[in-house]
């Protein structure tokens, strides 16, 4: 798992895996409210000031189901070592499922003020971008490489 943060709000997750055998693979993003899909590849979360706009697909374009849920710890996996009872937060959170012996899949994460319209990942020609609060953000791969800019600062990982 490679992660990248450009203060204030943008965030990139990529995970990648090799598998002995081919199986169902499921990643989950556990969000502090339910999440709302949106369609090709695109959630998002709300609560009463922040707001998040994600993307997560798969780049090595095996395709991805999305669901949405509630985590509960179910038995025999809902005691603690000493037999109590865990808590249950019941989080919600999505579900991203893909099947095979290797997965790459990159989320890209856009955190902002809950007002009005969320901004959206676009896909470029050669990437990803997204205006959040007047600014604009662009993602893009190559070789394995990933780069994230806002036109003045760069991260490269």
Do not use: C
């Not at 189901?65 to 937060?89: A, I, M």
């Not at 997965?103 to 003020?113: D, E, K, P, Y």
């Amino acid at each position: 798992r490679k992660v990248a943060h450009l203060f204030p709000g943008i965030i990139l997750v990529h995970d990648q895996a090799e598998i002995q055998a081919a199986l169902k693979v499921d990643l989950r993003w556990h969000t502090i409210h339910p999440p709302e899909l949106t369609g090709n590849g695109n959630f998002e979360v709300r609560n009463s000031r922040a707001a998040l706009a994600a993307k997560v697909l798969a780049l090595d374009g095996k395709p991805l189901s999305f669901t949405t849920g509630h985590h509960e710890y179910k038995p025999p996996y809902h005691l603690t070592r000493q037999g109590d009872p865990l808590v249950q937060d019941y989080e919600p959170f999505v579900k991203i499922s893909t099947e095979g012996r290797s997965l790459s899949i990159l989320s890209l994460f856009a955190v902002t003020g809950n007002k009005g319209a969320l901004p959206v990942w676009i896909e470029t020609g050669d990437g990803w971008l997204i205006r959040l609060d007047g600014q604009r953000y662009t993602v893009s791969e190559k070789n394995g490489i990933f780069r994230l800019t806002d036109g003045e600062r760069e991260i490269m990982f």
